[in-house]
Structures are given as C-alpha cells and as structure tokens.
C-alpha cells in the first residue's frame, strides 16, 4: 500500500489541472498519519462496507481499502470520479477490485444508487455540506451501524453538543435522533492542501434507535426548526406558530411534561418528540 504524501497530492493536482474549489469544499489530506488514525478511530472490520463521501484524490480511500471489504466511494466532481480508480490500481493493485466509485452528489444517493448496503461511514466531508450530508445518509441508509468524519471544529463541536450548552442547537438535536455522537479529537491545519482558514475535527457516530415516539421524525423535526428560529425566546412563544397559536403550544409543552417557559437548548430529543406526539394528538 502506497498512500499520498504531499508531493504525490500536488503533482496528481497538476496532472489533472485541478484547482481546489470552495464551491465544492475541497481540502486534500496529504498526511498519511493523519488518514491512518481516522480508519483506526472508526474501528472498521474485514467485514465492514464503508461508504466515503468527497474521497477527492483518494487519500483517506487507500487507507480504507485494506481494512475493510469494500469502499463505495461517492464523488461529486466528474474528473476525480475518473481518477480515483486509476490511483487505486496503480498504488493498490491488490485491493482495486473492492473499490465501487459512484459519480452523484452525496445529498441525493441513496441505496439504490450505491448498489450495497454500507455499514460505516468515514470521510473527510466537504464543509459546506458536511452536516446535511450526515443527516441524509443516516436517514437513507439504515445498514449505516456507526461513522467517523472529519469536519470543520466548529461543526463537530456543534454535533457532539449536549443540552445546555451555548452550541447546542439543531444539528446536535436532528444527529442525536439517529445516532449517539462526539467528538473524536482535533485535526490540524497542516495537513491539508490548499491549508484550510479553520480548524477540524473528528467526529464519532453510533447508530441507535430513534426515540420511542407515535410522532413522525418530520414532525420532531419541525418541532427542533421551530424551537430555534427563535432561540432565545420561550418555547411556549417560539412554538406558537408551529402549533397554531402560544395557547396551543403551552398546552403540547405541558402535555409532555416541559415546563413551557424553557427554551430549546435545555431540551433533549427526546423531549420533543414527545412535545410533536402531544400536539398531533391535539389536532387529530
């Protein structure tokens, strides 16, 4: 196994004309410390279908390729979907044939599209995209057991957060639906190119049951957006309209319990759900 090295990153770049966009939140590992701790964190097995999303040069899916039974890679630039299997032939002959690129945008595959069932997730994901990308994948793909991702510090902190905290808010909420989450540790600067403006993070997910609710997880859902498009005001004040009126949002929060001049980020997941069961009950 040969992974990417700095020299290796830049002269593949080269070789394809590549400019890292913005658009598409492109960063390059060229570390290969910095992917073999990742694959060590997610703990992967020989069993183990792991689905990479933004593989990019293919610095992380080297890594991958040995300790797993297979990579669905899921690449959204047309160019580097081209590449990827060639750089994998070429550096791992031996592991090629367990490597599946789909060319499609992350937000919109699901499994038919990937033409497996993964079981882990472990990507350096794209920051503009990183959490939307978690929540859809965790939606559309049950088989997803357990994850490990690379994403901006401030957004791994954001999914880790728990109740109370100044950060907690709607990703930490809509991630803890599916998955218990937190942080794996830091990631420097350095060991990308283009070198990043912002720090990263590693971020744990282990897959657990939603909570035991009648309401739909659409229903929580909107619960969550509307709890904090108006943080700081009281629940009873920030439901009203997603409830009807403040009348009818006091009576869901004192039907589940919540005491209706909390605010959101006292709450867990689990409290909402049965904040959204006891309004659908109301207007049944």
């Known amino acids: 196994m040969s992974l990417l090295g700095p020299v290796?990153?830049?002269?593949?770049?080269?070789?394809?004309?590549?400019r890292p966009t913005k658009k598409l939140?492109?960063?390059?590992?060229?570390d290969g410390g910095t992917v073999r701790r990742i694959v060590r964190l997610a703990d992967v097995t020989p069993e183990d279908v792991a689905i990479e999303v933004g593989p990019g040069l293919g610095s992380l899916t080297l890594a991958l390729l040995p300790e797993v039974a297979e990579v669905v890679a899921v690449e959204i630039d047309p160019v580097l979907a081209e590449q990827l299997p060639l750089t994998v032939a070429e550096r791992?002959?031996?592991?090629?044939?367990?490597?599946?690129?789909?060319?499609?945008?992350?937000?919109k595959v699901g499994p038919a599209d990937l033409g497996v069932a993964p079981t882990v997730l472990v990507a350096n994901l794209p920051y503009n995209v990183s959490v939307p990308v978690v929540l859809h994948l965790l939606q559309v793909l049950p088989s997803l057991r357990r994850g490990l991702v690379m994403v901006q510090s401030e957004v791994a902190d954001r999914l880790?957060?728990?109740?109370?905290?100044?950060i907690y808010g709607v990703?930490?909420?809509?991630?803890?639906?599916?998955?218990?989450?937190?942080?794996?540790?830091?990631?420097?600067?350095?060991?990308?190119?283009?070198?990043p403006n912002?720090?990263?993070?590693?971020?744990?997910?282990?897959?657990?049951?939603?909570?035991?609710?009648?309401?739909?997880?659409?229903?929580?859902?909107?619960?969550?957006?509307?709890a904090f498009a108006q943080r700081r005001k009281?629940?009873?004040?920030?439901?009203?309209?997603?409830?009807?009126?403040?009348?009818?949002?006091?009576?869901?929060?004192?039907?589940?319990?919540?005491?209706?001049?909390?605010?959101?980020?006292?709450l867990r997941i689990e409290d909402f759900a049965r904040i959204a069961e006891h309004r659908a009950a109301a207007t049944v």
């Open 198 to 226: 912002v720090d990263s993070g590693l971020v744990s997910l282990v897959r657990r049951d939603p909570p035991a609710t009648t309401a739909t997880r659409e229903e929580v859902f909107a619960a969550v957006d509307a």
């Open 160 to 166: 880790a957060a728990t109740p109370g905290s100044r």
């Open 234 to 266: 009281t629940l009873r004040a920030a439901l009203a309209s997603w409830a009807g009126s403040a009348a009818a949002a006091e009576k869901a929060l004192v039907g589940a319990g919540i005491d209706p001049s909390a605010r959101g980020e006292q």
């Open 8 to 18: 290796d990153v830049r002269a593949l770049a080269e070789k394809l004309n590549l």
């Open 92 to 107: 791992a002959p031996e592991a090629a044939g367990r490597l599946r690129v789909v060319h499609a945008d992350a937000l």
């Open 171 to 195: 990703p930490s909420l809509k991630a803890a639906w599916y998955a218990d989450v937190r942080r794996a540790g830091p990631v420097g600067r350095s060991v990308f190119w283009p070198v």
């Open 25 to 30: 939140g492109q960063n390059f590992v060229i």
